[in-house]
């Protein structure tokens, strides 16, 4: 079972490219979660989608994008990265909004230069 | 947002040990999970609770929810080599779109 699956797995960006990263379930969840891990500060939220064709903002959204035509597609878009956005970042969902229990993927180490 | 503490903030300890680790925060959640993170990966959900007061065990894992919905714990009883990550609590309200709230971790390292 293939779960939720992120792609690329690492990647080095120059500062002011934009960048797409990508997440895609198989698991039919309504809810969709994209966190950034950064040591000492756990995860952080940065957008989510509760279903759909709907998006929100979470505790750290600036500088990020997402869409969520589908239910299946999660992607996070950087359009001009800068180097404090260099984090590990997963990519989550959840069966619904209101069930917590949220399955993560492997994550993208993310590095801007 | 919610802020939750959790500690210690890394542990090291002999195999066969029991290992104690808690989250505490100052609102109320209305869920509490568990998660393990091994280097390289995401992290896996180990234990969810739902009630106060709920106590659950996953094979050596015993995690509780306090009763004051403030905090909850986590023991993993005679530890073993692959017992080594990086353990997080997470609290949920279902509240609105009010998301998960995750812990700073607590990284566990096993001696042989």
């Known amino acids: 079972t293939a779960g939720i699956t992120q792609a690329p797995t690492s990647q080095i960006l120059a500062a002011g490219r934009s960048m797409t990263l990508r997440c895609t379930q198989d698991m039919r969840h309504n809810a969709m979660y994209w966190y950034r891990q950064d040591l000492g500060l756990g995860l952080r939220l940065i957008h989510y989608s509760n279903t759909a064709g709907t998006t929100g903002k979470g505790e750290v959204p600036d500088g990020y994008s997402v869409s969520r035509a589908n239910t299946d597609d999660f992607p996070l878009t950087l359009a001009s990265a800068v180097p404090s956005q260099t984090s590990v970042y997963f990519c989550a969902s959840s069966e619904s909004d209101m069930n917590t229990e949220a399955f993560f993927g492997q994550g993208t180490r993310l590095t801007v230069v | ?112």
Do not use: H
């Not at chain 2, 004051?68 to 779109?97: E, H, M, W």
């Open chain 2, 1 to 112: 947002g919610q802020q939750l503490n959790q500690s210690p903030q890394s542990m090291f300890i002999q195999e066969g040990e029991d290992v104690s680790m808690n989250c505490t925060s100052s609102s109320i959640f209305n869920t509490w999970l568990w998660y393990k993170q091994e280097p390289g990966e995401g992290p896996v959900l180990l234990i969810a609770l739902y009630k106060a007061g709920e106590l659950t065990s996953n094979g050596r894992l015993t995690a509780q929810f306090g009763i004051t919905r403030k905090d909850s714990f986590l023991n993993i009883s005679a530890s073993i080599p692959s017992d080594v990550g990086i353990y997080f609590c997470a609290g949920g309200t279902n509240f609105g779109n009010e998301k998960l709230t995750f812990g700073t971790g607590t990284r566990l390292t096993i001696i042989p």
